[in-house]
Every structure is written in C-alpha cells, then in structure tokens.
C-alpha cells in the first residue's frame, strides 16, 4: 500500500511538471484583485471595478476575463484555492456554479444578443489544468463540437455517470443529466465528490456544466467530469470544452 501511493504521488508529481499551463508571473493575481481592488471598492461605494459584480453576501465576485470577447470569471470573494478546497464542500458553502450560471447574462450582453442555454458552459480546471490559485468558474460559449456530440449522446446520458471521449482532444469525460432550469437545488461539486472516489481526489477533477435543452424538450444540464491523468497527458483542463471565440453565437 505504501508504495502504491507512494507511486501515485509521485506520478502526479510528473503530471504537474509535464502538463501544467504556462504559470502566470504571479499566481495569486486573480485572488489579488478579488481582495484589494474590487471588494474594497465596493465597500466603500465606489463600485466593483475592475469586477462586473461584487456579491459579498453571496461569497462571490464576477471579473471580465483577458481572454475572448465573452469569457468571464466567477471566483469566491473568500480565499479558495481552487476545486480540491475543502471549503467548497463545507456546510453552507455557497453554490457558485448555480451564481456562475444565474450571471451567465454578462457574456449574452458582451456578445449583444441572448443565448440558448445549451450554448453556454461552465468550467472549472483541475489543480494540473490551471494557473491561479483562487478558484474561478469560467463562464462563456461551449464549443460547437461539444454540443454537437452531447446532442448526439442525449438518449445515452442519463442519471448515472456514462463515459464519452470529447473534443478537442477526445480526453474522456463521465457524463450525467440533471433536470431544471437552474442549478439551485444541485451543486455540482458535491455531486462529483460523491462519485466514488473522486471526493478524496479532488484536486485531479475537473467539472463542465453545459446547458442543455433535452430531446423531450425539458431543460437540465450536462455535468461532465474530467480527470487529470499521465495517460495522455491530460492536465484536466475542462476549460479546453469552451470556444473563447464564442462561434457557437454566429449567426444568431
């Protein structure tokens, strides 16, 4: 037993080194800006900037991404440091995927024009798949592709965990439905902590949230959840499903 996991942390310890995104020249910036700009801005009336929104009752903050036209940021206004946080599990911990998904309007009105729900996407990289220490949910288009695919595999995914290899690598993903219009009532983080033994390996996950308008016409929500591994080298990056470009609107 001992050096089985003696083995596996050390692999991990490769996986960071081989795969990890190129590590930003400080990464506490994200939290830096969340704890010295845009929260005490707000305290003191002068607004959230440079956040879009300030919600410190609610325990979260929305920032404008550098990346894309549509890509913003959800991040706790508390010190997270990302999926394998244990905070994110705790009694009362705020449900920040269903605050990501109720502020997904901040990418409809950088694009100018209303999304359906299933060309919209949330994500959250692994510990491996990112480059700053503060959690932050990334809100923006889901790829064609992707959407494509999850349209394809609708009668297949269901209320248990189905596996799908997705683009654009083709990294596999375990797949599951959830019903609603929000995601009020299920916080996908305790959802995929609850799966085997992923809750005792969370810093590898990484979770997507894709809207979805089923083929009997209800509305849920895909969750995928990734894994980052050697095997080809994936960082678990569920950020890789999105389209910063956002070419899923075109047209629209």
């Not at 994110?88 to 999304?115: D, V």
Request: proline content about 6%; hydrophobic content about 40%; some cysteine.
């Amino acid at each position: 037993m001992g050096n089985r996991l003696y083995c596996s942390w050390l692999a991990m310890i490769l996986l960071g080194l081989a795969i990890s995104p190129s590590a930003h020249a400080d990464p506490n910036a994200l939290w830096k800006i969340i704890d010295s700009r845009c929260t005490p801005h707000q305290r003191v009336g002068m607004g959230p900037a440079p956040c879009a929104l300030v919600q410190e009752e609610q325990g979260f903050a929305i920032l404008k991404d550098l990346t894309g036209p549509s890509q913003y940021l959800l991040l706790p206004t508390a010190r997270v440091t990302g999926i394998e946080d244990p905070k994110i599990l705790s009694a009362g911990a705020p449900n920040y995927f269903a605050e990501a998904w109720a502020n997904r309007h901040f990418t409809e009105q950088r694009l100018r024009l209303p999304l359906p729900r299933e060309d919209i996407s949330l994500a959250v990289n692994s510990a491996y798949g990112r480059s700053q220490n503060q959690l932050h949910i990334h809100i923006d288009c889901v790829r064609a592709d992707v959407a494509e695919m999850l349209r394809a595999q609708d009668a297949k995914i269901g209320s248990t965990w189905y596996k799908l290899n997705l683009p654009p690598k083709l990294h596999p993903y375990l797949a599951r439905r959830i019903s609603g219009e929000t995601l009020d009532k299920v916080n996908p983080f305790t959802l995929v902590a609850a799966r085997d033994q992923a809750g005792q390996m969370m810093g590898r996950q990484t979770i997507v949230v894709v809207g979805a308008r089923f083929n009997d016409g209800t509305a849920g929500f895909y969750i995928l959840d990734g894994e980052a591994s050697l095997v080809g080298l994936d960082s678990g990056s569920g950020e890789e499903l999105q389209d910063h470009t956002c070419a899923i609107a075109a047209g629209k």
